[in-house]
Each structure stands twice: as structure tokens, then as C-alpha cells.
């Protein structure tokens, strides 16, 4: 997709005054220039052209709060002083994977008083002796080269510190419910433990009971087999008598 019907595609119908953001990485210029971007960006903050086919910064428009800029992976290899005209308040230029061979392709950034941050990896000006010391020495604004001081130190990255920050902020208060919620499961093991047991209590008191109603029970029926096998006793002796009885009558 060329450059101009990206940037189309990318502002989605909105005002070009009120875009704060363009990336159109990969896309293609046509003629090597920038193509698509106008004087209408006023508000543009970051402008991001990576691998656009870009050798030349002549048409770049003019963008008064642009601060990031990102141009690695193109043919650029000097005729830099666009930038300070129209981008004087840049912060950061990324200028990675061009081809700027000498020191003086990237002295015309000496005017981009506001630069703080510069890179240049994977150009032919980095093979240079005393490469570092020259260009901060040429740019004494720059802090950061190739993402390091002058004393090796890394350039912190604000996005990373905010997702730290952010991860240690959320992990406070979720361990604290972790803790409360592991309190409050031991609590209700407890509990249930008790009732458990209550339970269970009851269960085996009730089974005790039935146990000594059916043993109960039991015992009443065996005393009255016992009352009736005796009355049936009585009433075979009392049969018997009888019948002695009728045959003394008899001999009589």
C-alpha cells in the first residue's frame, strides 16, 4: 500500500487537526519523499515512517509539536536541516539502518535544540573511530546515543517503568485478598468442622435412641410369647384335669 492511501486509511475519517499519532510503517513511497502528511497536522506528536522507501526529508511538512520521530530502515543519508525547520521541537529522531556514513551528514542536527535522544545503529557512521565521543561532542543536546549516555547507561523506558509500576500497584492489593480469602476459607473449614461433628452428634444420639426403641420393643414381644405360652399352659393342664376327671365318672 502506498503512503498517501495508508495515512487515508489510518486517520478513519477524522480531522487531520486532531490526529496526535501517525504510523504508516511499511507502507510505500512512491517518489522517496514523504507523501500524504500537510501543514493540517498541527497537533502531530509522534510521526513513525519505518521502511518507507524514504531518501529524502524535503517535503516533510511542517509539524510544530512533533517530539518522536521515527525514520529507521529507509535511504536517508543526510540533508537533515528540514528538521530543524519544520520539527524544531523534536526529542527523539530515530535515524537507524540509513546511510549516513560521515559526521557531517547529521550536523545539521546540531540545530534541533530540543534533541535529546539519537540513533543511529546499523549505519556506516558508527564504524567510525571514536565514534560516540565525536557525536556527542558534535551534539552536545543528545543524551542519549544508540539508547546510552556517554557513561554507558542505559535511557529508561518510560512505558516499561509504567507497566512495573503498574504490575507492583495491582499485586499489593491482590495478595491482600489472597490472604484474606485463604482467612476466611479456614474460618468456614473451621466452622463446617463443628457443625460437622454437631451433626454427626445428633446422627449418632438419634441412632441410639432408635436403637433402644427397637430393643424395647423386642423385649415387650417376647413378654407376651411368654404371657401367651402360659396361658396356653394353664389351659392344656386345666384340659387334662378334666379328662381325668371324666374317667374316675366313668369307672364309677
Given amino acids: 500500500m502506498d503512503m498517501k492511501k495508508r495515512i487515508i486509511l489510518e486517520l478513519r475519517n477524522r480531522d487531520p487537526a486532531e490526529v496526535a499519532e501517525m ?33 529524502s526529508l524535503a517535503k516533510l511538512p511542517s509539524l510544530p509539536k512533533l517530539r518522536k520521530l521515527e525514520l529507521s530502515e529507509n535511504y536517508l543519508s543526510g540533508s537533515f536541516e528540514t528538521l530543524s525547520e519544520k520539527c524544531p521541537n523534536l526529542i527523539y529522531l530515530n535515524l537507524s539502518s540509513n546511510k549516513i556514513k560521515e559526521l557531517s551528514n547529521v550536523e545539521a542536527l546540531q540545530n534541533l535544540k530540543s534533541l535529546q535522544s539519537l540513533d543511529l545503529l546499523n549505519c556506516e557512521i558508527t564504524s567510525l573511530e571514536d565514534y560516540r565521543d ?18 554507558e547507561n542505559e535511557a529508561p523506558d518510560s512505558e516499561a517503568d509504567d507497566e512495573d509500576e503498574d504490575g507492583e500497584d495491582g499485586a499489593g492489593p491482590t495478595a491482600d485478598y489472597d490472604d484474606e480469602d485463604d482467612e ?8 463446617g468442622g463443628e457443625v460437622g461433628l454437631s451433626v454427626g452428634g445428633k446422627r449418632a444420639t438419634q441412632q441410639d435412641e432408635d436403637d433402644e426403641d427397637d430393643e424395647d420393643d423386642y423385649g415387650e414381644e417376647e413378654e407376651e410369647e411368654d404371657e401367651r405360652a402360659d396361658v396356653q399352659g394353664q389351659k392344656r393342664k386345666r384340659d387334662a384335669d378334666d379328662d381325668g376327671e371324666d374317667d374316675e365318672d366313668e369307672d364309677d
Fill in 23 to 55: 504510523v504508516v510503517d511499511n507502507s510505500r513511497s512512491l517518489s522517496g519523499e514523504v507523501e500524504g502528511l500537510s501543514d493540517k497536522f498541527v497537533e502531530l506528536e509522534v510521526l513513525s515512517m519505518i521502511n518507507v522507501g524514504l531518501n
Fill in 184 to 191: 476466611d476459607d479456614d474460618e468456614d473449614g473451621e466452622e
Fill in 134 to 151: 565525536s557525536v556527542f561532542e558534535l551534539l552536545p543536546q543528545v543524551t542519549y546515543l544508540d539508547g546510552f549516555d556517554q557513561e
